[in-house]
């Protein structure tokens, strides 16, 4: 079951520009993630925000979350061309502390130099 | 160094065949996942474990089983009960007390049927 779709599906931005990707969920969640993945390989965690808040920061990242309408939008200001990879939101909705997270399909995101 | 391991990165199997892939972790971790990556998608969860000797199915166990023996350890076997086994594998830990509450992913093992 997929819980989250992010959009856009694709973005090619220049370097030096900010990206915008979005992610909407269908229920309630514990939390929200944002993972990293450069092409054939591993995610990396970006950020995790809560259900009780609203707007998170972590260097060139800012992450906001509204749970009025189940969306959450993440933020690359000043993007590098190390940038370019794709980009999953995920949600815990769990009600016992599983862990489990459902995944997005993901935003590519290019950054040309 | 800390982290997850898998291996191998590339693994080719012949219909019929099972095959095991390899998960380790020395995290400390309590927690351990499974999840299949097919191209251009995310990522959906096999099995899942939250405890030595005990785990759960996720979303697409079918075809798929696993072991908790250790806590550093959560192989995933590949059956041949598994029809469409091509993806890449992803095995993710994660702690149980904030902040390490996220999961960590190892770099994966690419499984190729011929």
């Known amino acids: 079951s997929q819980q989250g779709e992010e959009d856009p599906q694709a973005l090619s931005i220049q370097e030096g520009e900010n990206a915008t990707m979005n992610c909407s969920y269908k229920?309630?969640?514990?939390?929200l993630q944002w993972y990293r993945q450069n092409s054939g390989r591993g995610l990396v965690h970006l950020i995790l925000i809560r259900s009780n808040e609203r707007e998170k920061h972590s260097g060139r990242l800012r992450v906001t979350l509204d749970t009025s309408k189940k969306s959450s939008s993440l933020l690359i200001t000043a993007s590098r061309a190390a940038d370019t990879a794709s980009y999953f939101c995920a949600t815990d909705t769990g009600s016992s502390n599983t862990g489990k997270l459902i995944f997005g399909q993901g935003t590519t995101l290019q950054v040309k130099p | 160094d800390g982290g997850i391991t898998q291996s191998p990165k590339y693994l080719f199997r012949k219909e019929g065949q099972n095959v095991t892939l390899s998960c380790e972790q020395n995290?400390?971790?309590?927690?351990m996942y499974w999840y299949r990556q097919d191209p251009g998608q995310g990522l959906r969860l096999i099995y899942y474990?939250?405890?030595?000797?005990?785990?759960q199915k996720g979303d697409i166990a079918e075809g798929y089983s696993v072991s908790r023996e250790k806590k550093e350890s959560f192989p995933l076997t590949v059956t041949s009960a598994q029809k469409n086994p091509t993806a890449f594998y992803l095995c993710?830990?994660?702690?149980?007390?904030?902040?390490?509450?996220?999961?960590?992913f190892g770099p994966g093992t690419r499984l190729t049927v011929l």
């Open positions: 474990s939250q405890i030595v000797n005990d785990f």
């Open positions: 993710a830990s994660r702690g149980s007390i904030w902040p390490t509450d996220t999961q960590y």
């Open positions: 995290l400390n971790h309590d927690a």
């Open positions: 229920t309630s969640i514990n939390n």
